[in-house]
T-cell receptor, first 113, second 113 residues
């Protein structure tokens, strides 16, 4: 079945470092791809999305490009802040028309001042 | 614009009891989905409702059930609680097409003792 694989965490960086969180997927067709973020004690927030191949989603300094040739949707940020500390989830609908999301296992990010 | 509201935020129940969780979606959203989040299994899809009809169901036992009302509010019920049901239960709403993503509530933290 369709699935999402994220780089294992936890990831610890210093403030202003460059961030990459890898995400690869297997899917039927070309589904929309999402990154969600979960801050401590909260639910999930949609961080960014891309709806077709070569689309770049961006928000709050984060970016991710939908690469169908490598089936990847890596999350990047040029200069992280302490406030970016959270758990990040890559997700997709498992197939065309499926009204649900399949999530990666999540990557816990900690930014030290 | 109000977000997705889940009540209660926290619950403590005893094994064998039953519990009902509530979710009010964003106004105008007709699809409501439920997810279970645990440290071991990550985020797992429970079920999705659209216009009072269950469209999708995940791989959970029949003890887990849900419904949706005409105003799109949804409830999920877990009967005969087990210790392993302890989790964060997240509700998400959308217009009805997974391609646009979902808006999540803050969740209900259920602890079974």
């Amino acid at each position: 079945g369709d699935s999402v694989t994220q780089m294992e965490g936890p990831v610890t960086l210093s403030e202003e470092a460059f961030l990459t969180i890898n995400c690869t997927y297997t899917a039927t067709g070309y589904p929309s791809l999402f990154w969600y973020v979960q801050y401590p004690g909260e639910g999930l927030q949609l961080l960014l999305k891309a709806t077709k191949a070569d689309d770049k989603g961006s928000n709050k300094g984060f970016e991710a490009t939908y690469r169908k040739e490598t089936t990847s949707f890596h999350l990047e940020k040029g200069s992280v802040q302490v406030s970016d500390s959270a758990v990040y989830f890559c997700a997709l609908p498992p197939n065309q028309g499926a009204q649900k999301l399949v999530f990666g296992q999540g990557t816990r990010l900690t930014i030290n001042p | 614009k109000a977000g997705v509201t889940q009540t209660p935020r926290y619950l403590i129940k005893t094994r064998g009891q039953q519990v009902t969780l509530s979710c009010s979606p964003i106004s105008g959203h007709r699809s409501v989905s439920w997810y279970q989040q645990t440290p071991g299994q990550g985020l797992q899809f429970l079920f999705e409702y659209f216009s009072e009809t269950q469209r999708n169901k995940g791989n959970f036992p029949g003890r887990f059930s849900g419904r949706q009302f005409s105003n799109s509010r949804s409830e999920m019920n877990v009967s005969t609680l087990e210790l392993g049901d302890s989790a964060l239960y997240l509700c998400a709403s959308s217009l009805g097409d997974s391609s646009y993503g979902y808006t999540f509530g803050s969740g209900t933290r259920l602890t079974v003792v």
